[in-house]
Protein backbone atom coordinates (compact mmCIF):
# COMPACT_ATOMS: atom_id res chain seq x y z
CA UNK A 1 0.00 0.00 0.00
CA UNK A 2 1.80 3.36 -1.17
CA UNK A 3 -0.86 5.34 0.06
CA UNK A 4 -1.58 5.88 4.11
CA UNK A 5 -3.67 8.98 4.38
CA UNK A 6 -6.24 9.56 1.40
CA UNK A 7 -8.42 13.03 2.07
CA UNK A 8 -10.94 13.86 -0.54
CA UNK A 9 -13.09 16.80 -0.61
CA UNK A 10 -13.34 17.12 2.77
CA UNK A 11 -16.04 19.57 4.45
CA UNK A 12 -15.69 20.11 8.50
CA UNK A 13 -17.78 23.13 10.32
CA UNK A 14 -18.50 24.10 13.48
CA UNK A 15 -22.30 25.69 13.54
CA UNK A 16 -22.86 27.78 10.83
CA UNK A 17 -19.01 28.20 10.30
CA UNK A 18 -17.51 26.13 7.92
CA UNK A 19 -13.30 25.77 8.76
CA UNK A 20 -12.57 23.29 6.21
CA UNK A 21 -13.77 23.20 2.79
CA UNK A 22 -13.04 20.74 -0.35
CA UNK A 23 -10.07 19.19 1.62
CA UNK A 24 -8.02 16.59 -1.07
CA UNK A 25 -4.52 15.54 -0.46
CA UNK A 26 -2.16 12.17 0.02
CA UNK A 27 -0.02 10.83 2.55
CA UNK A 28 2.40 8.12 1.32
CA UNK A 29 4.05 5.83 2.80
CA UNK A 30 7.57 6.34 4.85
CA UNK A 31 7.11 10.00 4.14
CA UNK A 32 7.06 12.94 6.28
CA UNK A 33 4.45 15.63 5.12
CA UNK A 34 4.68 18.51 6.75
CA UNK A 35 1.07 20.23 6.70
CA UNK A 36 1.38 23.89 6.58
CA UNK A 37 -0.92 27.49 7.14
CA UNK A 38 -2.06 30.81 8.70
CA UNK A 39 -3.00 30.40 12.46
CA UNK A 40 -6.62 29.42 12.61
CA UNK A 41 -6.61 28.07 9.12
CA UNK A 42 -7.77 24.92 10.06
CA UNK A 43 -4.96 22.18 10.61
CA UNK A 44 -6.05 20.86 13.99
CA UNK A 45 -9.06 20.52 12.64
CA UNK A 46 -7.89 18.33 9.92
CA UNK A 47 -5.90 16.41 12.41
CA UNK A 48 -8.70 15.50 14.66
CA UNK A 49 -11.16 15.09 11.95
CA UNK A 50 -8.51 12.35 10.54
CA UNK A 51 -8.32 10.59 13.48
CA UNK A 52 -11.94 10.50 14.16
CA UNK A 53 -12.35 13.27 17.30
CA UNK A 54 -14.76 15.23 15.18
CA UNK A 55 -17.49 14.62 12.26
CA UNK A 56 -17.06 14.74 8.30
CA UNK A 57 -19.67 17.14 7.27
CA UNK A 58 -18.62 15.89 3.20
CA UNK A 59 -16.15 13.79 1.52
CA UNK A 60 -14.13 11.03 2.78
CA UNK A 61 -11.09 10.22 4.61
CA UNK A 62 -9.33 6.84 4.52
CA UNK A 63 -6.80 6.25 7.08
CA UNK A 64 -3.82 2.64 6.25
CA UNK A 65 -6.71 1.19 3.55
CA UNK A 66 -10.07 1.82 5.98
CA UNK A 67 -12.35 4.73 5.72
CA UNK A 68 -13.20 5.42 9.13
CA UNK A 69 -16.02 6.83 9.10
CA UNK A 70 -17.84 3.55 7.24
CA UNK A 71 -16.08 1.33 9.35
CA UNK A 72 -17.33 -1.06 12.59
CA UNK A 73 -16.36 -0.06 16.60
CA UNK A 74 -13.89 -3.05 15.78
CA UNK A 75 -12.53 -2.22 12.74
CA UNK A 76 -11.81 1.58 13.81
CA UNK A 77 -10.01 0.39 17.34
CA UNK A 78 -7.60 -1.44 15.54
CA UNK A 79 -7.07 0.86 12.98
CA UNK A 80 -6.10 3.15 16.21
CA UNK A 81 -3.88 1.00 17.32
CA UNK A 82 -1.62 1.50 14.22
CA UNK A 83 -1.11 5.27 14.91
CA UNK A 84 0.45 7.68 17.43
CA UNK A 85 -0.16 10.83 18.21
CA UNK A 86 1.21 14.17 19.81
CA UNK A 87 -1.55 17.02 20.38
CA UNK A 88 -0.56 20.54 20.16
CA UNK A 89 -1.87 21.25 23.95
CA UNK A 90 -1.64 19.20 26.75
CA UNK A 91 0.92 17.14 25.66
CA UNK A 92 1.32 15.24 29.00
CA UNK A 93 -0.90 14.30 32.13
CA UNK A 94 0.03 16.13 34.42
CA UNK A 95 -0.48 14.11 37.67
CA UNK A 96 1.78 11.04 35.91
CA UNK A 97 5.69 10.97 36.23
CA UNK A 98 7.68 10.70 32.62
CA UNK A 99 7.35 6.34 32.18
CA UNK A 100 3.68 6.39 33.40
CA UNK A 101 2.98 8.86 30.79
CA UNK A 102 4.27 6.38 27.95
CA UNK A 103 3.04 3.29 29.91
CA UNK A 104 -0.72 5.15 29.27
CA UNK A 105 -1.38 3.75 25.50
CA UNK A 106 0.09 0.99 26.60
CA UNK A 107 -2.29 0.13 29.43
CA UNK A 108 -5.30 1.44 27.56
CA UNK A 109 -4.57 -1.31 24.79
CA UNK A 110 -2.89 -4.79 25.77
CA UNK A 111 -2.68 -6.51 29.18
CA UNK A 112 1.01 -6.66 29.84
CA UNK A 113 2.71 -7.55 33.30
CA UNK A 114 4.74 -4.52 34.95
CA UNK A 115 7.63 -5.24 34.25
CA UNK A 116 7.06 -5.63 30.46
CA UNK A 117 5.46 -2.08 31.12
CA UNK A 118 8.73 -0.19 32.36
CA UNK A 119 10.57 -2.21 30.03
CA UNK A 120 8.73 -1.03 26.55
CA UNK A 121 8.19 2.52 28.16
CA UNK A 122 12.25 2.77 28.88
CA UNK A 123 12.96 1.53 25.48
CA UNK A 124 10.95 4.33 24.14
CA UNK A 125 12.75 7.37 26.37
CA UNK A 126 15.58 6.21 25.36
CA UNK A 127 14.59 6.60 22.05
CA UNK A 128 14.05 9.84 22.21
CA UNK A 129 16.76 10.88 24.51
CA UNK A 130 15.69 10.78 27.59
CA UNK A 131 17.74 9.78 30.68
CA UNK A 132 16.71 6.90 33.20
CA UNK A 133 17.40 10.05 35.86
CA UNK A 134 14.25 11.65 34.32
CA UNK A 135 12.16 9.17 34.31
CA UNK A 136 10.56 9.47 37.47
CA UNK A 137 9.90 13.85 37.04
CA UNK A 138 6.90 14.61 36.96
CA UNK A 139 5.73 16.69 33.80
CA UNK A 140 6.03 20.19 35.79
CA UNK A 141 9.88 19.09 36.17
CA UNK A 142 10.56 19.13 32.46
CA UNK A 143 11.75 21.89 29.95
CA UNK A 144 10.00 22.36 27.04
CA UNK A 145 11.93 20.06 24.76
CA UNK A 146 11.62 17.35 26.88
CA UNK A 147 7.99 17.43 27.47
CA UNK A 148 7.99 17.39 23.26
CA UNK A 149 10.25 14.34 23.83
CA UNK A 150 8.51 12.53 26.45
CA UNK A 151 4.93 13.22 24.36
CA UNK A 152 6.96 11.51 21.66
CA UNK A 153 7.72 8.88 23.19
CA UNK A 154 4.40 7.84 24.37
CA UNK A 155 3.19 8.61 21.08
CA UNK A 156 5.76 5.94 19.64
CA UNK A 157 4.44 3.59 22.57
CA UNK A 158 2.44 0.98 20.53
CA UNK A 159 4.76 1.09 17.73
CA UNK A 160 2.79 3.16 15.44
CA UNK A 161 3.00 2.70 11.65
CA UNK A 162 1.69 6.49 11.04
CA UNK A 163 2.41 9.20 13.77
CA UNK A 164 0.53 12.23 13.49
CA UNK A 165 2.43 15.75 15.12
CA UNK A 166 1.09 18.52 15.52
CA UNK A 167 3.34 21.33 15.73
CA UNK A 168 6.41 19.52 17.57
CA UNK A 169 8.43 22.85 17.79
CA UNK A 170 6.31 25.28 18.67
CA UNK A 171 7.44 26.87 21.89
CA UNK A 172 11.02 25.37 21.66
CA UNK A 173 13.92 27.74 21.04
CA UNK A 174 15.37 27.18 17.99
CA UNK A 175 18.34 24.83 19.08
CA UNK A 176 15.81 22.35 20.89
CA UNK A 177 13.56 22.80 17.63
CA UNK A 178 16.55 21.89 15.85
CA UNK A 179 17.28 18.78 17.67
CA UNK A 180 13.95 17.66 17.18
CA UNK A 181 13.42 18.03 13.91
CA UNK A 182 17.00 15.59 13.40
CA UNK A 183 15.30 13.17 16.10
CA UNK A 184 11.95 12.85 13.90
CA UNK A 185 13.99 12.33 11.04
CA UNK A 186 16.37 9.98 12.24
CA UNK A 187 13.00 8.30 13.94
CA UNK A 188 11.60 7.83 10.63
CA UNK A 189 14.11 6.28 9.08
CA UNK A 190 15.28 3.92 11.51
CA UNK A 191 11.09 2.86 12.74
CA UNK A 192 10.21 3.33 8.97
CA UNK A 193 7.52 5.51 10.05
CA UNK A 194 5.29 7.89 8.04
CA UNK A 195 4.51 11.22 9.72
CA UNK A 196 1.69 13.93 9.35
CA UNK A 197 3.26 16.76 10.58
CA UNK A 198 1.60 20.13 11.47
CA UNK A 199 4.00 22.93 11.64
CA UNK A 200 4.52 26.48 10.64
CA UNK A 201 8.35 26.40 11.22
CA UNK A 202 9.93 27.14 7.93
CA UNK A 203 13.34 25.47 9.44
CA UNK A 204 11.38 22.45 9.62
CA UNK A 205 9.68 22.44 6.29
CA UNK A 206 12.69 22.77 4.71
CA UNK A 207 14.87 20.50 6.44
CA UNK A 208 12.89 17.48 7.30
CA UNK A 209 9.72 17.15 5.13
CA UNK A 210 9.32 15.26 1.80
CA UNK A 211 6.03 16.76 0.70
CA UNK A 212 4.32 19.39 2.24
CA UNK A 213 0.47 20.23 2.21
CA UNK A 214 -0.45 24.39 2.32
CA UNK A 215 -3.81 24.93 3.79
CA UNK A 216 -5.47 28.38 2.83
CA UNK A 217 -9.09 29.24 2.31
CA UNK A 218 -10.47 26.12 3.71
CA UNK A 219 -8.32 24.45 0.71
CA UNK A 220 -5.40 22.59 -0.04
CA UNK A 221 -3.67 24.97 -2.51
CA UNK A 222 -0.21 23.82 -3.06
CA UNK A 223 1.29 20.75 -2.14
CA UNK A 224 4.06 18.81 -3.18
CA UNK A 225 7.88 18.93 -2.53
CA UNK A 226 9.65 22.19 -1.68
CA UNK A 227 10.57 23.42 -5.26
CA UNK A 228 6.67 22.65 -5.67
CA UNK A 229 5.83 25.04 -3.09
CA UNK A 230 7.95 27.49 -4.02
CA UNK A 231 6.56 27.92 -7.11
CA UNK A 232 3.20 28.41 -5.98
CA UNK A 233 1.41 31.71 -7.04
CA UNK A 234 -0.68 31.47 -3.74
CA UNK A 235 -1.13 34.86 -1.96
CA UNK A 236 -0.60 33.18 1.47
CA UNK A 237 2.32 30.59 0.01
CA UNK A 238 3.42 33.49 -1.74
CA UNK A 239 3.93 35.84 1.36
CA UNK A 240 4.87 32.85 3.84
CA UNK A 241 7.56 30.82 1.58
CA UNK A 242 9.00 34.01 0.25
CA UNK A 243 8.43 36.62 2.99
CA UNK A 244 10.74 38.39 5.48
CA UNK A 245 11.34 34.92 7.10
CA UNK A 246 11.09 32.64 4.39
CA UNK A 247 12.52 34.09 1.78
CA UNK A 248 16.42 33.53 2.76
CA UNK A 249 15.50 29.91 3.09
CA UNK A 250 13.66 29.45 -0.37
CA UNK A 251 16.85 31.44 -1.66
CA UNK A 252 19.22 28.70 -0.07
CA UNK A 253 16.57 25.93 -1.04
CA UNK A 254 16.84 26.90 -4.81
CA UNK A 255 20.98 27.75 -5.07
CA UNK A 256 21.30 24.07 -3.48
CA UNK A 257 18.54 23.04 -6.06
CA UNK A 258 20.32 24.10 -9.05
N1 LIG B 1 -14.46 22.49 18.82
C1 LIG B 1 -14.58 23.64 18.12
N2 LIG B 1 -15.74 24.34 18.12
C2 LIG B 1 -15.87 25.48 17.40
N3 LIG B 1 -14.89 26.02 16.65
C3 LIG B 1 -13.72 25.38 16.62
C4 LIG B 1 -13.49 24.16 17.34
N4 LIG B 1 -12.22 23.75 17.11
C5 LIG B 1 -11.69 24.66 16.28
N5 LIG B 1 -12.56 25.63 15.99
C6 LIG B 1 -12.32 26.78 15.09
O1 LIG B 1 -11.85 26.29 13.85
C7 LIG B 1 -10.84 27.16 13.33
C8 LIG B 1 -9.59 26.37 13.02
O2 LIG B 1 -9.00 25.97 14.24
P1 LIG B 1 -7.65 25.14 14.30
O3 LIG B 1 -7.75 23.96 13.41
O4 LIG B 1 -7.37 24.87 15.73
O5 LIG B 1 -6.59 26.17 13.70
P2 LIG B 1 -5.02 25.94 13.42
O6 LIG B 1 -4.85 25.94 11.94
O7 LIG B 1 -4.34 27.12 14.04
O8 LIG B 1 -4.64 24.65 14.06
C9 LIG B 1 -10.63 28.25 14.35
O9 LIG B 1 -11.33 29.39 13.96
C10 LIG B 1 -11.22 27.67 15.62
O10 LIG B 1 -11.72 28.68 16.45
MG1 LIG C 1 -3.47 24.10 15.63
Sequence with gaps: MDTLISVRDLVVGFGQRTVLNGVSFDVRQGEIFGFVGGSGSGKSVLLRTIIGLLPVREG????????????????????????????????????????????????????????????????????????????????????????????????????????????????????????????????QKTLGLTVFMITHDLETLHAVCDRIGVLADGKIVACGPMETILKSTHPWAVSYFHGRRGGALAARHLTKAE
Design 60 to 187: TIEVLGTELSQASEQARQAIQRRWGVLFQQGALFSSLTVIQNVQFPLREFLNLSPGLLDDIARVKLEMVGIKADDHNKLPSELSGGMTKRVALARSLAMDPELVFLDEPTSGLDPISAGDFDELIKTL
